[in-house]
């Protein structure tokens, strides 16, 4: 399936061929920040499946043990559009919101719990982690407190 993620202003865009490999819901601080709400949302597909189009600057962070993330926004109206980093070169992780389109895939991970807002309720069977996606596998499944 092919689907267009942009900008506000139309200028950078993401060109996505094939389905997410999947999409989190993001509740650190950073993401928090980033977007002005109260987590942020992924959609995590192979680089190979990306293309990219248009102007961009690049916010470059440190992130988990010791890795670097790099945020790629438009340049005119500031839409944080993708990332990726140094945890795997291989993905590109598209803002979720950008697709603009209210069938796009649920959430099926939620990752930094550690610091979710408790008015946040996500869709059930979506996997917990306190921590990064590596930590979801150590972390109860819902419901199991």
């Not at 990306?50 to 993330?69: L, N």
């Not at 291989?90 to 008015?119: K, M, N, T, W």
């Not at 946040?120 to 982690?129: D, E, I, S, T």
Request: with cysteine.
């Amino acid at each position: 399936m092919n689907r267009l993620a942009q900008c506000h202003c139309g200028s950078l865009r993401a060109k996505t061929s094939g389905d997410p490999l999947t999409v989190s819901i993001c509740h650190c601080r950073d993401c928090q920040r980033r977007t002005g709400a109260v987590a942020g949302s992924g959609a995590i597909f192979a680089k190979a499946e990306v293309t990219i189009e248009g102007d961009r600057k690049i916010f470059e962070r440190d992130a988990a043990q010791g890795r670097k993330v790099r945020f790629h926004f438009c340049p005119n109206r500031g839409t944080s559009l993708y990332w990726g980093g140094d945890f795997n070169p291989e993905l590109c992780v598209i803002a979720a919101g950008a697709f603009a389109d209210p069938a796009f895939p649920p959430p099926l991970v939620s990752v930094y719990e550690e610091s979710r807002h408790d008015r946040v309720q996500l869709p059930q069977g979506v996997k917990h982690a306190q921590r990064g996606l590596a930590s979801s596998a150590a972390d109860k499944e819902p419901g199991n407190g």
